[in-house]
């Protein structure tokens, strides 16, 4: 048993932690999430350089990391900074897919920062539910309509789900196109997220697509694509969550009232020691999640982790901001940004419920 | 024992019902229904209509112009305004200055600025917070010291909601910075056009601009803008208190905000039926909706006591602890029913941006509404002062 990272996993994460912490302050990425993209060239290729999109693929593939250990120490970095940046968007969802269809050519576009992706899969009924598809394709052309595709603006290609046969939430009859973000009749509706970023409604009108891996058996390839940004959306958080509680923790042994630090109280002292017990528990399912991962228990503990996370991520985001009181229901106190990103998180993927459900449906079978 | 209202307290409801229906427009229950928003406009036009009405000053004497209701009345009516969407009537001048200039007011100051709260040719905030005084409010540091017929202010307040819509600020400013800390403090009225004010925005978390930063540079205030005694500031200030904490458990809010997850839930999907039937969501549902209906039992007993003529105590402190968590809980509702639709959000500052918002449950910035509602915990005396209130008089060394 060893719960140390390798030498190189640590190396990748003081050099993100170094980076983002000179570059990335509250005040740079509030002038990203007010732009009209939503994101930074910048510290996207600077990002890619330091190989934080290298590191979620193997060495067949381009890439240097590739497991789900890699996957977690990038986005554990970049959620403990509040980046808004698709790197979840395109490096897991969309580069997995990538990856897994063989497309080597376009995933050395994406590994050095030069190519974006979307995965266009949920739908506005579909909730969180993966077999949901209405978007039909006949042959190569595909209608239908997506629900908050982030990322989709930006996209050079956008990844769409599409039914070629079957009920409308069988997993089997899946195909999945690769469309070119300027495609005719295809048309997206973008906004801004509450979090950062933006994404889009997208309407797809007898949109010429082309088909990555065999018609109608895609469904694998997008469970596995995201099981793994599963992984990085908790391994975001948990890193949003250590920000949450370091800038408590500094919070209640600065800030006087009463003539003493309020830290000192012990109606606080002690909720925050229940945040502190919370974090270790947050750590442990999300090295859970990527241990099991390549096992046959990899959706049971994905499940776990991620209601974990969502239980956990509430209470951290909501005791953070009231042991703080009205400072942090400031835009530009670096926590607003922060709770607001551990909330939202539970919103992709599956929320605390689905993932409750899911755990015991899984443990059942 | 009876749970039920009497015939007359009935026939207030079905009068309150009739009015909101005829007198309220309708595109301002719609804005407030989907989380916009109001204009200084649009807020002071639905007080001149409840002032048409004689509705206005719900809480205040006949003789001072006011409805002179009590507390059951007061809280029909913000029970049913809640449900029609109505907008929350601006506090600052008409619950909290209002009562403390009737009590310790001159009359020429009740005569002066009281029928200019009803006619809404002022409009008032709140001069208490400051940033090193927050849950410790009686170790500001904001000074008034006078010098002839004025005195002369220096310093900061902070968290001043809808101060960028005043014209008049009430604080509290300290008067003798040697006396005991609750002891130096008055109760000063600041005309916010006098030079050396300056108001700064607060934007909050979701982009929106209710609050803000009052600066104070030597500016010079009438002494006759001093209410009562000098260094008696801090005996109103706590009259005030027990003004705002009316309507402090937020029920007919709860209630407004109940209706609406539901109706989310009837009509968002989960695994291919109606979210509501789901058993997880179903019963988080459950568990809010049994805290909510009892808490409507609390807020009722007491509120039936307050009209009686008993000040509620304590038991406001109960109330805001147990209604705002009851609150926040069912704007947590909310934002799970909408599922992924939580996250679009656009900035009010950004003109028109909220149209290109999807929203398919007609449900507005729920999510927005979740983290904004997260002050309810934390301003007017936090929850954690709340229940060091209930604490020390339960336990022992009440006040």
């Known amino acids: 048993m060893n719960f140390d990272l390798t030498e190189e996993r640590q190396m990748l994460r003081d050099t993100l932690r170094r980076f983002l912490r000179q570059k990335y302050t509250t005040e740079v990425r509030n002038g990203i999430i007010a732009s009209e993209t939503g994101i930074s060239s910048d510290i996207w290729s600077a990002l890619a350089e330091l190989g934080v999109l290298a590191a979620l693929f193997p060495e067949d593939q381009g890439g240097f990391g590739g497991q789900a250990f890699d996957v977690a120490v990038v986005f554990e970095e970049l959620g403990r900074a509040g980046v808004v940046e698709p790197f979840l968007d395109t490096g897991v969802l969309g580069g997995r897919i990538l990856g897994a269809a063989g497309d080597l050519e376009r995933l050395e576009a994406v590994i050095a920062g030069g190519l974006q992706l979307a995965l266009a899969h949920a739908e506005p009924t579909s909730r969180y539910a993966l077999s949901h598809v209405h978007t039909g394709a006949d042959g190569t052309r595909i209608t239908g309509r997506k629900a908050v595709v982030l990322n989709a603006e930006a996209a050079d290609y956008l990844i769409v789900s599409a039914r070629v046969r079957g009920s409308f939430d069988d997993a089997d009859g899946i195909s999945l196109f690769l469309v070119p973000g300027d495609a005719d009749g295809l048309t997206i509706q973008g906004y801004p997220l509450l979090a950062g970023g933006r994404a889009a409604e997208v309407i797809l009108e007898n949109v010429e697509g082309t088909r990555i891996g065999s018609e109608g058996a895609a469904y694998p390839m997008i469970a596995d694509a995201v099981a793994a940004a599963t992984v990085a959306q908790i ?95 400031t835009q530009e106190y670096e926590l607003a940004h922060i709770a607001k990103r551990i909330v939202m998180a539970d919103h992709r993927f599956g929320d605390t419920d689905y993932h409750l459900e899911r755990f015991i449906e899984l443990g059942i079978a | 024992m009876d749970l039920s209202y009497s015939e007359d307290e009935m026939a207030f409801r079905q009068e309150v019902r009739d009015f909101l229906r005829d007198e309220l427009p309708k595109d301002l229950s719609e804005k407030v229904r989907l989380g ?58 008409l619950t909290m200055l209002g009562p403390v200039l009737q009590k310790f007011g001159s009359k020429d100051q009740q005569d002066y600025w009281l029928p200019r709260i009803l006619s809404g040719e002022d409009w008032w905030c709140q001069g208490y917070s400051e940033p090193g005084a927050g849950s410790d409010l009686a170790s500001l540091k904001t000074k008034a010291v006078r010098e002839g017929d004025h005195y002369v202010v220096n310093g900061q307040k902070t968290w001043t909601t ?99 997850v539901k109706r989310i839930a009837k009509h968002a999907n989960h695994n291919g039926k109606p979210l509501i039937e789901n058993p997880a969501f179903a019963a988080r549902l459950a568990q809010v909706e049994i805290d909510l209906r009892a ?47 939580a996250m679009p959000f656009a900035s009010e500052a950004v003109e028109g941006a909220n149209d290109l918002i999807p929203d398919p449950f007609d449900a507005g910035p729920v999510a927005a509404d979740y983290f904004n509602n997260r002050k309810l915990s934390i301003f007017g005396g936090s929850n954690e002062i709340q229940r060091g209130i209930i604490a020390k008089t339960m336990l022992g060394g009440g006040r």
Not at chain 1, 249 to 270: N, S, V
Not at chain 2, 60 to 74: I, L, T
Not at chain 2, 210 to 238: H, I, R, S
């Open chain 1, 235 to 329: 391994a975001e958080t948990l890193g949003a969550m250590e920000t949450a509680t370091a800038l408590t923790l500094d919070y209640l042994m600065t800030r006087k009232q009463f003539g003493r630090p309020i830290g000192t109280f012990q109606a606080l002292a002690h909720r925050m020691a229940d945040l502190l017990i919370e974090m270790e528990q947050a750590r442990s399912a999300v090295i859970n999640a990527a241990g099991y991962f390549d096992t046959s228990e990899r959706d049971l503990n994905i499940s776990a982790a991620k209601n974990l996370i969502g239980r956990a991520g509430r209470l951290v985001a909501e005791e953070a901001v009231q042991m703080h009181g009205g400072i942090a229901m």
């Open chain 2, 36 to 93: 916009r928003d109001l204009s200084k406009a649009e807020m002071d036009n639905w007080q001149s209509i409840l002032q048409g009405r004689g509705w206005l000053a719900q809480n205040w004497p006949k003789v001072f112009g006011g409805a002179e209701w009590n507390a059951v009345q007061r809280h029909i009516f913000e029970e049913e305004a809640a449900g029609a969407h109505a907008p929350r009537i601006v506090p600052f001048g």
């Open chain 2, 162 to 260: 809808l101060g960028q819509h005043a014209n008049m600020i009430f604080c509290l400013v300290r008067t003798d910075p040697h006396a005991k800390q609750q002891e130096g403090i008055s109760f000063l009225l600041i005309d916010m056009d006098t030079p050396g004010v300056e108001v700064r925005p607060i934007i909050l978390l979701d982009g929106s601009h209710e609050v803000n930063e009052v600066w104070f540079t030597d500016v010079k205030v009438p002494v006759e803008n001093l209410v009562g005694e000098e260094n008696k500031g801090w005996t109103y200030a706590k009259y005030l208190l027990t003004h705002e904490r009316t309507n402090i458990a937020g029920v007919g809010f709860s209630q407004a905000g109940l209706a609406a």
């Open chain 2, 295 to 341: 808490m409507a039992t609390t807020n009722l007993r007491i509120i039936s006591k307050a009209a009686a003529g008993d000040a509620p105590g304590v038991e406001a402190s109960m109330l805001k602890v147990k209604g705002t968590l009851i609150r926040q809980e069912i704007n947590d509702l909310a934002r799970r029913a909408v599922g992924p639709y």
